[in-house]
């Protein structure tokens, strides 16, 4: 059984920063990339970034670039996103999730989903 759980979600002041955590369980070898999307109130899913098994390539929405860092430490089977710079249009629930492919493709459908964890940043 694949879990995903994240926590680090919490209130934080414009301008802050955030570290999200995704625990991994239960995944296959054949689960290589992981990601995290994001749902703010009244908005639709979006994608944030997403980082391959390696961890040497990545991909950012533009509104995050610059401010918000994708890692992952497979041996802990933990992935991470630093936010920086955080702003009141970061608030939203933040997924982790994973992928049954290798590459980088913000586009594909992630194969498993946490259940998310709430970032609230304040103005």
């Known amino acids: 059984q694949v879990q995903l759980v994240e926590s680090g979600g919490g209130v934080v002041q414009a301008g802050g920063s955030l570290r999200l955590s995704c625990k991994a369980s239960g995944l296959t070898r054949s689960t290589y990339s992981m990601g995290w999307f994001r749902q703010a109130p009244g908005k639709e899913r979006q994608f944030v970034a997403a980082l391959n098994w390696s961890g040497d390539d990545t991909d950012y929405v533009d509104s995050v670039k610059g401010r918000f860092t994708i890692s992952r430490d497979n041996a802990e089977n933990t992935l991470s996103l630093r936010m920086n710079s955080l702003q009141p249009e970061d608030t939203a629930v933040y997924y982790c999730?994973?992928?049954?492919?290798?590459?980088?493709?913000?586009?594909?459908?992630?194969?498993?989903w946490g259940q998310g964890t709430q970032v609230t940043v304040s103005s």
């Open positions: 999730v994973a992928y049954r492919i290798s590459r980088v493709i913000r586009t594909a459908t992630p194969r498993y």
